[in-house]
């Protein structure tokens, strides 16, 4: 069922469809995974998912599904979804990565999350949903999230107003997504900062690193990574090893400097009486900078170097 062509949050135009039928969703899917990516934006039950795949110039596709609406195997069409062969992007992956699992439903093929996105180049913003970071990036406000209310798809609700709401904010994705995606791509390095805790990284820290090397779509090939460790004491070597398996895992090249990436400190201001910790750290930032530069020199008369395609070979067969 068509619902008419308004204009969605990243400006273009989106035809708005209620899928019920199974047929129709198989088409969809088919449509789907022949995309560069869609965007996907679901309910934490699951029980109501917007999709929006671009359909040509200005102009998309958004697809509305409903549990209750669905005359098709609901799970069964999750499972395609969230398949590895259709190339998705969304906000706060984690969240609805761990509703699929918890439903039995496996979940691969996650190009891009919004969230972490503006995560890495703001740390410091303290908040990053959906409509803040639309006020932030666009300077404009989305409308209240009805579609979150206990009974907004229900019969107390009212749904054409919350079935706006759910594709407003996926459509905010797709805007995020062409606003924060080619700022990653321009940058040449990442600086990864940790306290230590049991000798390993802070876990929100690594929970985020974990999401952004696997569900991130692009290309870390010759960025320049670095990581810093700071203690009170002991545990610093341990966690600068544990951050660099991130870079090398992903052709990024390491930044070093005149001894391992750590400062020390118990409290706020102490680190700033770590003599060696801010050499080390001088250094490491000159070091750092004349990588990139060198990189840049590199690239523009070089090129990157050639890939290959990856080979997995298991070790149990």
């Not at 992903?250 to 990436?261: E, K, L």
């Not at 080390?280 to 930032?285: K, S």
């Given at each position: 069922m068509k619902m008419g062509t308004p204009m969605m949050a990243h400006g273009s135009k989106a035809t708005v469809e209620t899928v019920t039928a199974a047929q129709r969703a198989q088409e969809l899917l088919q449509l789907w995974r022949s995309a560069e990516s869609v965007r996907v934006l679901a309910l934490p039950d699951l029980s109501v998912l917007a999709v929006e795949c671009e359909t040509g110039e200005n102009g998309s596709l958004m697809a509305h599904l409903h549990f209750e609406r669905y005359e098709g195997d609901w799970n069964a069409l999750l499972s395609q979804l969230f398949a590895a062969d259709i190339r998705k992007v969304s906000h706060n992956v984690k969240d609805l990565m761990r509703a699929l699992l918890e439903n039995g439903i496996n979940c691969d093929g996650f190009v891009f999350d919004t969230a972490i996105a503006a995560y890495l180049l703001d740390a410091t913003a303290g908040s990053y949903d959906l409509a803040r970071l639309f006020v932030s990036y666009f300077n404009g406000e989305l409308p209240k999230p009805v579609h979150l209310e206990d009974d907004a798809f229900s019969l107390l609700g009212d749904t054409a107003v919350a079935e706006a709401a759910l594709c407003s904010y996926c459509s905010a994705i797709s805007a995020l997504e062409e606003e924060l995606a080619p700022k990653l791509q321009e940058a040449d390095g990442l600086v990864v900062a940790s306290p230590v805790y049991y000798a390993s990284a802070n876990a929100t820290l690594t929970a985020v690193l974990d999401r952004l090397f696997y569900s991130s779509g692009f290309s870390k090939t010759m960025k320049v990574g670095a990581s810093v460790a700071v203690a009170r004491r002991g545990g610093c070597s341990a966690t600068f090893d544990q951050l660099n398996k991130y870079f090398t895992i992903?052709?990024?090249?390491?930044?070093?400097?005149?001894?391992?990436?750590s400062i020390h400190g118990g409290a706020p201001g102490q680190a700033a009486e770590d003599a060696?910790?801010?050499?080390?750290?001088?250094?490491?930032?000159?070091?750092?900078?004349?990588?990139m530069r060198s990189i840049a020199l590199g690239k523009a008369q070089y090129g990157l170097p050639e890939k290959e395609k990856p080979q997995f070979t298991n070790f149990i067969r």
């Open positions: 992903s052709g990024m090249p390491i930044a070093s400097s005149q001894y391992w990436n060696e910790g801010l050499q080390t750290m001088r250094t490491l930032a000159r070091n750092m900078a004349f990588l």
